[in-house]
């Protein structure tokens, strides 16, 4: 990050370390992870790209290792793209929340910190709870919204299926649990996306984040039930918001039904929903570079 001090991880040297197929070379895999000191506690960044600045808020168990690289590549030809780990999560450091609150307050500081007076603010899966409760409370400073395999704030009629609490809740994911959480398995294109994601996820051998441990994962339950619940009407703000939206779905998304959108559609004046066929929880990583396009198009002209 331009403009702030910050330090990168200690004595690694990622770019000679990693692969050399030329399918594999993603600027992504090279970006260092620094630091930020922020109230008493240590955030976890990597920037990849210049230009408008693009934060990215992650998903449940994810870390900046879990971001396809491929997909964030395709974002930063045109954006300065921001990616960073929980206050107590992966290598940040500090108490983990445990209210929505405590995970937006980590994208709010390191805006202040960062001297950013307005960005783009994205977020997949549970990072897309956040931003909506970042775009509620902080509008003016939200050019853009970008909502990727989530749903609405509150109640929702189709609730998550039973085998993302199966296969998620496992100590280690394979690939075929992978295919099963963030892909489409039925479909023999998005298996074998899968395997393309995944191979160039793991492509990154130095300078690697830390998995996020049993002991915090409902850390992110107590928050997603803080949004379920919804006692703040953020559901309401975000129907009535004027910050322009983008929501990329897949069509089969066993976390966030696409169908919860569909309510909300006639509602949300400034929003474009996306569903992407064939496709799971994660379509940015199935499909990077149309994700990517269709994200930057949005920005450009809405």
């Known amino acids: 990050m331009k403009n702030f001090s910050t330090e990168t991880s200690s004595g690694t040297q990622t770019g000679s370390k990693l692969s050399k197929d030329r399918h594999l070379n993603y600027p992504a895999l090279e970006a260092p992870t620094q630091f930020a000191e922020l109230k008493g506690r240590t955030i976890a960044f990597r920037c990849i790209g210049s230009g408008k600045n693009l934060f990215l808020c992650n998903r449940f168990r994810g870390n900046l290792d879990t971001w396809d690289p491929a997909f964030l590549d395709a974002l930063a030809q045109k954006y300065q793209v921001i990616i960073f780990d929980y206050t107590g999560f992966g290598l940040s450091t500090g108490p983990a929340p445990t209210t929505i609150d405590g995970f937006v307050a980590d994208l709010r500081d390191l805006m202040e910190a960062f001297c950013i007076k307005k960005c783009v603010v994205g977020g997949w899966s549970f990072g897309g709870l956040v931003a909506q409760k ?27 299926e039973p085998i993302f609490f199966e296969v998620s809740q496992k100590l280690e994911n394979s690939l075929e649990d992978e295919m099963i959480l963030f892909f489409e398995p039925e479909w023999e294109a998005s ?30 339950t107590m928050a997603f039930v803080e949004c ?74 809405s």
């Open 134 to 160: 970042y775009i509620a409370d902080s509008p003016k400073s939200v050019s853009h919204g970008i909502l990727i395999g989530t749903g609405p704030m509150g109640k929702n009629e189709m609730p998550i």
């Open 191 to 220: 298996r074998e996306a899968a395997v393309k994601s995944h191979r160039r996820i793991h492509s990154r051998k130095a300078d690697l984040d830390i998995k996020i441990p049993e002991k915090l994962w409902g850390h992110y």
């Open 228 to 301: 379920f619940e919804d006692t703040e009407n953020i559901r309401s703000k975000i129907n009535q918001t004027k910050v322009p939206l983008l929501v990329l779905m897949g069509d089969h998304d066993i976390s966030f039904p696409v169908k919860n959108w569909y309510a909300l559609v006639r509602k949300l004046e400034t929003a474009q929903l996306i569903v992407f066929p064939m496709a799971g929880h994660g379509p940015q990583h199935e499909f990077p570079k149309l994700s990517a396009r269709y994200i930057h198009h949005f920005i450009k002209y």
